[in-house]
């Protein structure tokens, strides 16, 4: 490993992880693995068309056939006040259409039958009559006058815009704009994109009728919160309510939001009184579930000749799809966007989002985004290999002259957002070490010679993540703080319940070694329990790359406390004032005599035996806590990408990746290098090779696996990846969050190493993804909408 | 229609529809989990089990075509109650993260070493490129792979006994 990693520190370290004992053997439990004593099983029907009036939905051939147990429309969920939903951004979403559809894919019956293939099989024996009617899909017409108007539903709404939204200084902006030498501007596009893990949504729900107790076992990465929501949209007591999240598999936001399957799959077993399994396809997971990005972006970037950017203007048109349903802190309707001056000395910006509905699938903020941090990354990344371009310097020349300095820590940017470490200038200088930068131009310029086209891309990203604080950070009303419960046994073993829930990050190991670190114990002795809204505190769950930040630091608290209790207990049992022992080498030792001591498994007894205790303590360890963080961490890397490009075909080829993350400490170098790993092969992914485009009708055209392309180990290389640690001055144990980093940080140094490679054929820009076809058009000189069926 | 497949060298008889798919009838009717469903089309390999001495993806397979075959999932992966070094090599190597795809791949990596058994990354990768997985960035995938090559055939013994396997 490159850089330094800091001194070894107790517990933490790349040990092996827990889960994997179960996975190895095919042991896991995902949703659909789960069975229940007389379980049924539900489907969907969906909607063929992206916008139409229902006008009649007729369920009596299905509801004949022999293993159907009930269908259930959208009419019979009005009568019960179920046919429309609240989403995570206060909007209201239809759980099955009953006056229209407005995307196609969309919920519009429900099946329960005796099992998936009869449930199936109903579904075309239901009779749906349509009004087609004229649809709005791209984005930039949505405000046209006279386009159709998606939300009929809404009182008075007569037009598609969802909502205005704006941050930064508009007139200082204009100002530094005025007195530039240059300014650059291009548009454009973050195109739909889907986080598509592996395990599409599903839930079992076994609702009692007797105890009139719901349990679901459902993937979700926030229990607790689907725990309250479920009451809020069904009415039903919290406390008849448990969430079980199982093993899941895969989330990256997909799994953060609320949908209709699963409320129809509680209806679906509340009228049978029997549990109901519904797990969706694959085409299901793709066109109706939370897609991720299609932000249309217009940036403009102002410089001095010398190359010392002054401000950035940003104007973004934010396709939200039929349904407002993007989760994020509900105070950010456009996410965590305004961190778009990234990682910049610069005196001024301001940038203005209009969001709009259109008649496609509902989503936005998924996929790793970091609450749309992705998206500003981009767009400062592509701006200032614009601004090079222009300026004819060096793009690793321009962004290491303007790049935040490690004595302006804490900074807060132009938009407001209080970066609290960072040592930007070592991270690149390591990642140009890595990837030999002087020797790859002296290369680029030498196979320029003999025609062959080679491009090298740098990004420079500033990540904000792991929301709260509570105070301005909430999801629906509940602030995003989590809690923890740390129970240590009489011989000295213990349990930490915590509310996040991994969806493949480890959390059983990691967890346990910060624990093990604050008490001096082994992490095998550290059981981590998760996914049980039964079993654990509240707390917001697993997206944002929070668990570390928030979870991980209320369980480090926690730990903390069981540490000061332990010390009141260690005094009792050594005959000393706790006020004479100090914690070292693990354990409570006695200050000048470090033989008299205890360790956590001897006061773990001692502290549940009959041993006499000050008055004030009442035995056991056992602690919890609630952690409201002060900030958000602000990851932050250097990534550098070689492409080989063949403009003959439009063949792009990632021939090496070197990247270098700071997410201050690491609590298992191993993990968060998988998580890196993970992020750089998505970044491939958007890149190059996922889209969501649709036609004009309406039809998604990326519906399964055929046709959204998904990177393969193939169009991987070997990454190369590179370390500094700067820890957070807030976070407990100096850890920031590192789940996205390389989701949100890759794909702009694909795309600028690309149009690197392109430079000789005048290509400036072109949109994601670079596939074959969109790189040769852009290399004739006519680059393409790649979100939109080529016409 | 009844059919009668061999998995994991348990002789097992049951009437199925003929449209049942092998993963379905795998999981659902023999309550063998460790194989997936994740795409329908043949692209994920969630789903990846052998058909006699072929990894198949058993989403597209119908399962009267395994009729009279043999079928040997992640659950038979272990012999002799040891794992086997590809599983090991994908816990000492980190190769997955939620573990969706891993019983896919780990059978098809079983196949590889059988026909390779000091494969190359890059033979590695071809290997597996029918397959997808969303989280590891397939490095540590052909590092456990590799990982399962220097240590096999007879796995290094530290996995310990393996419950037996039911039909």
Partial sequence: MNGPGGPPQHGFGPVRRKEDARFIRGKGTFVDDVQRPGMLHGAILRSPLAHARIVSVDTAAAEAHPKVEAVITGRMLAEAGLAWMPTLSQDSQAVLATDKVRFQGQEVAFVVARDRYSARDALELIQVEYEPLPCVIDAERALDPAAPVVRDDLPGKTGNRVFDWEAGDAAATDAVFARADVVVSQDMLYPRSHPAPLETCGMVADCDPVTGRLTVWSTTQAPHAHRTLFALIAGLPENKIRVVSPDIGGGFGNKAPIYPGYICTIVGSMRTGRPVKWVEDRSENLMSTAFARDYHMHGEIAATADGRVLGLRARVLADHGAFNATAQPSKYPAGFFHIFTGSYDLQAAHCQVTAVYTNKAPGGVAYSCSFRVTEAVYLVERMMDLLARELGMDPAELRMKNLLRPEQFPYTTPAGWQYDSGDYPRALALAMDIAGYPELRREQAARRARGEYMGIGISFFTEGVGAGPRSHMDMLGLGMADGATLRVHPTGSAVLGVSCQTQGQGHETTFAQIVAHELGMSPDDVEVVHGDTDLTPFGLGTYGSRSTPVSGAAAAVAARKVRDRARIVAGAMLEVSPDDLEWADGRWQVRGDPGKGAAITEIAMAAHSSLELPPGVEGHLDAEAVYNPPNLTFPFGAYICVTDVDPGTGQVSVRRFIAVDDCGVRINPMIVEGQVHGGLADGVGMALMQVIAFDTDGNCLGGSFMDYLLPTSVECPSWELGQTVTPSPHHPIGAKGVGESATVGSPPAIVNSVLDALAPFGVRHADMPLTPANVWCAVQGRPVRTDLAIP | ?167
């Fill in chain 2, 1 to 167: 229609m009844q059919v009668t497949v061999v998995v994991n060298g348990v002789v097992v008889t049951r009437d199925v529809e003929p449209r049942l798919l092998l993963i379905h009838f795998l999981r659902d009717e023999l309550g063998l989990t460790g194989s997936h469903w994740g795409c329908d089309t043949s692209n994920c390999g969630a789903c990846v089990v052998w058909l006699d001495e072929t990894p198949v993806k058993s989403c597209t397979v119908l399962t009267p075509m395994a009729d009279g075959h043999r079928v040997r999932t992640v659950e038979g992966l272990p012999a002799d109650g040891q794992l086997d070094p590809v599983q090991e090599g994908f816990a000492q190597c980190h190769g997955l993260q939620c573990g969706f795809c891993t019983p896919g791949m780990m059978m098809t990596a079983r196949w590889l070493l059988d026909h390779n058994p000091d494969p190359s990354p890059a033979e590695i990768r071809e290997a597996i490129s029918g397959q997808l997985c969303r989280c590891t960035g397939y490095e540590n995938i052909v590092r456990s792979v590799r990982w399962a090559a220097k240590h096999g055939p007879a796995g290094p013994g530290a996995g310990g006994q393996e419950p037996g396997v039911a039909g």
